[in-house]
Structure formats: structure tokens, C-alpha cells
């Protein structure tokens, strides 16, 4: 791609006679389609502080950043070409976070904002559906509002806002630039490129799943200098091992079926913050992904030799070039003049074959790595612990997401089966691998 290229903002953001409205972002576009009561879309950030949460504090927070950050106090609404966000005229309130994780939240029901805040005791989640926003985005939402909570009880955060670490932690006074809320995927559309290569179906988790409304998180917590230092030793990124981690799992479950499955191929997909390699302050969704996959006709592969491949693999599509690919696919439906005039009801039946055939059905699970966290140094010592978990599927059933902070790797599995083979044989390959694992299931705290 050219660097020196103009890029222009291509604003979301859209007022009419009844107020602000915003369209969805090329990510977010799909999701409403393909949302129901199990696959929610919400993915949840769960912060344990140092005391129990204020909640008369944490409601005036809340108000103070959803007018600061409006593009998120939002609902969705239905078009007749295109569904919309539309700006909520109240301001959200923090709900029980009683119950399970990312469930029991419909985003298509009229008037449901496309995010929630949960409180008990100390505990305070948010939960963010894609059709909004990414990890970063969300992360961003959920450090101001932590920032703002501690500043109406007299709590400094003993930094520059605004810039370095905590850029993306602003005054709530602070104007709000059009470059958060754009759609940087149509900004940085490359035009017409050649698809990226296709993949086959992958093989998927089976077996009895947790009765309808469950969701179970298990958390692994390693010590961020070990498993760094065992990625340093391979050459290799923290991602990368973590990814081929996963791989192994999956293999070791594929070869223990009784009868050989259909599907040959295992995937780990790899999401990846685009704002890495383009310029963006978007607050929306910008995040792509690498695929991690092996052909198990082959036999199964040593582990030294899966982290390898996984390595090259990454470093193969994480180019610009490769990236644009993606890109060009993706946001070039959006402006094809046929799809553009399909009423709603047809692209949203055409938005579920296309998820069905380019997204989950080509993967066997992910793994998300939102890298480090770094708070304020006023606000850091009143976090005991952040846990980033994923969003529910009934594809691939069994996900990850993972956070550095506070020289801990948090390690979080979000799944629909009642079976927990899989987590037990990821986190007893890194205990094999040297590191020390401290592993607890959020259900052992209701």
C-alpha cells in the first residue's frame, strides 16, 4: 500500500430530524444478522478492585462517559436497506452481574444498547457486542470510565491524560473528534485487490452443551515474565505460542475421536488490532485476523514443530499487503452497487450463508491477545485483577482471550460445553512447558 496516500475519515456519524444516528462499521455491519439469544456477540472486560463499587459513583461515571463517548450509548435500529445505530436520549445504568457471563442480552430487541455494565461487590464488567466495537475500543470505553469513577471519589490518576500510555484516556469536558467513531476499514479501502486465499472447513468441538443461558469462563493466570522468556528462548511472539498452544490442544481432541472426522483441516483464528499497522484512533471496530491451520491427514505435528509453523504462518500474513487483501474483500461489499440496493431482509440472509462460509465454519476456535493493559499510576494499585473473556459461539463453542497486566498473562476460556478437555489440555501443555499456571473457573464464585 502507498504510505503517502491522503486518507480521508469516513465518518459513521449521521443527524436527521429525530438526532444523531451512526451507521455500522464493515465489521459491525454483519453481526446483527447472525446474533441470537446463545451467540449474544458480547464479549466482556471483568475488573476486581480494591473495594466494593460505589454504585451512585459508578452511575454518575457512566452518564459522564456515555455523553463523552455518545457513539457507544446507542441501540440498533432497522432500516430498510441497512440497520443503524441510533443515539440513546437516556443515559445507561449498571445492571447485577449476577448470572452468567454474555448471555441473556438481545441486541436486536428494541431500545437494547449494544453494551452493558455489570456490578457485584467488588466486581465491575462490561459487556460490548461486535456490531459496535473491538477489544480496543471497548478497553477504552472501560479505562475511562474506570478513571471517571475514581475521580468522583477524590482519586487522582497521577498521569497526562490524553497522551503516551493513556492516550486513549480523555477528560470527559474533551471534544470528541470525528476519527474515533469513523469506519477506518472503508478509510483505508485499497480498491479493487485480488482475494485472499480460501480455506477449507475446519473440524469443531462436539458434545453435550451447558444447558441454554450458560456460559462458563475458566481463567488461567501465568507469570507474564516466564512465558515471554520461553517465546524469547523459540523466537517466536508470545501470540504465536499461545496460538500454536491451542493448535496442539485441538490436535490431541482430534485424534482421540473414535472415528476419524469428516474434517481434516484444525484452524485457530488470530485476531489482529489493524490500528497497528494504520493510523487510527477509531473506537470502533478495526481488527482482522491471521489463521493458524493444519491438515491432520498429514499425522499429527510435534509441538516444537507447530510453534514453528505457527510462527511463519503469522509473519507471512501480518504484512500490509497480505492485511489489504482482507480488507478490500471485505469492505468492497459494502459499496457493491447490487448488494448496496438488496432490501435488509435479503443481505441479512445473505450476511449469514457469507459469516457461515468466511468466518466461523472455517475455524475450529480462537485465541485474541489484547496485549498489555497499563492504567494510571493513581488508579493501577486499586485493580486486583482484569480478565478480557470471549464471545459466546455455538460454531466453534470453546474460544480465548487474553491480557497482559501487571506482569500477569490472563488467559480466559469462555465455552458452551460441559466438557473442559480442551482447557485442561491447554494449560497442561504450559505447565509442561515450565510455567506456572494458577487456574480457577468463574461458576466456583456464584
Known amino acids: 500500500m502507498n504510505k503517502n496516500k491522503a486518507h480521508q475519515f469516513i465518518h459513521t ?16 455491519v454483519i453481526m446483527p444478522a447472525v446474533t441470537n439469544s446463545v451467540n449474544t456477540s458480547l464479549f466482556r472486560f471483568e475488573f476486581r478492585l480494591a473495594a466494593n463499587i460505589d454504585l451512585d459513583a459508578l452511575n454518575r461515571a457512566l452518564r459522564d462517559c456515555a455523553n463523552r463517548f455518545p457513539y457507544f450509548n446507542v441501540s440498533l435500529k432497522r432500516g430498510f436497506f441497512w440497520y443503524y445505530l441510533d443515539q440513546c436520549k437516556t443515559s445507561p445504568r449498571a445492571y447485577s452481574d449476577q448470572g452468567s457471563p454474555c448471555q441473556d442480552w438481545n441486541i436486536n430487541k428494541r431500545g437494547t444498547r449494544m453494551f452493558r455494565i455489570r456490578v457485584q461487590g467488588d466486581r465491575l464488567a462490561g459487556e460490548f457486542s461486535h456490531a459496535l ?64 486465499e480460501a480455506n477449507p472447513r475446519a473440524w469443531h468441538l462436539r458434545g453435550e452443551r451447558l444447558p441454554k443461558g450458560s456460559y462458563r469462563i475458566i481463567v488461567g493466570t501465568l507469570e507474564l515474565p516466564e512465558i515471554l522468556n520461553e517465546a524469547k528462548k523459540r523466537n517466536v511472539t508470545l501470540t504465536g505460542l499461545l496460538g500454536a498452544v491451542y493448535l496442539d490442544a485441538l490436535q490431541s481432541l482430534w485424534f ?156 480466559s476460556f469462555g465455552s458452551l460445553l460441559r466438557s473442559r478437555q480442551l482447557e485442561q489440555l491447554y494449560f497442561r501443555r504450559l505447565r509442561e512447558l515450565g510455567m506456572t499456571v494458577s487456574v480457577y473457573c468463574r461458576a466456583d464464585e456464584e
Request: charged share 20%; aromatic share 10%; hydrophobic share 40%.
Open 256 to 411: 482421540a475421536q473414535a472415528e476419524k472426522p469428516r474434517e481434516r483441516f484444525i484452524s485457530v483464528e488470530i485476531p489482529v488490532n489493524l490500528r497497528q499497522f494504520f493510523a487510527s484512533k477509531s473506537n470502533r471496530n478495526f481488527s482482522l485476523f491471521f489463521l493458524l491451520k493444519e491438515n491432520l491427514d498429514l499425522g499429527a505435528r510435534g509441538f516444537d514443530e507447530l510453534v514453528k509453523r505457527s510462527h511463519h504462518r503469522m509473519k507471512i500474513e501480518g504484512d500490509p499487503k497480505s492485511l489489504a487483501m482482507q480488507i478490500a474483500r471485505n469492505a468492497g461489499g459494502t459499496r457493491n452497487p447490487i448488494v448496496r440496493a438488496m432490501p435488509l431482509f435479503i443481505k441479512d440472509i445473505a450476511g449469514r450463508i457469507l459469516f457461515s462460509v468466511l468466518g466461523e465454519s472455517m475455524l475450529s476456535g480462537f485465541i485474541s491477545n489484547l496485549g498489555v493493559l497499563r492504567l494510571p499510576p493513581g488508579i493501577a494499585p486499586l485493580v486486583k485483577s482484569i480478565v478480557f473473556s470471549p464471545a459466546p459461539s455455538t460454531t466453534t463453542l470453546t474460544n480465548a482471550s487474553v491480557l497482559s497486566w501487571n506482569d500477569k498473562l490472563v488467559i
Open 13 to 28: 456519524k449521521r443527524v436527521d430530524e429525530s438526532g444523531a444516528w451512526y451507521g455500522l462499521d464493515n465489521a459491525g
Open 133 to 196: 466495537t473491538d477489544g480496543f475500543g471497548a478497553m477504552a470505553f472501560m479505562k475511562n470510565l474506570l478513571v471517571r469513577y475514581y475521580a468522583l471519589l477524590g482519586v487522582d490518576a497521577g498521569a497526562e491524560l490524553g497522551q503516551g500510555d493513556y492516550a486513549d484516556i480523555v477528560p470527559v469536558e474533551s471534544p470528541v473528534p470525528a476519527e474515533e467513531y469513523e469506519d477506518a476499514y472503508q478509510r483505508y479501502f485499497p480498491g479493487s485487490l485480488p482475494a485472499p
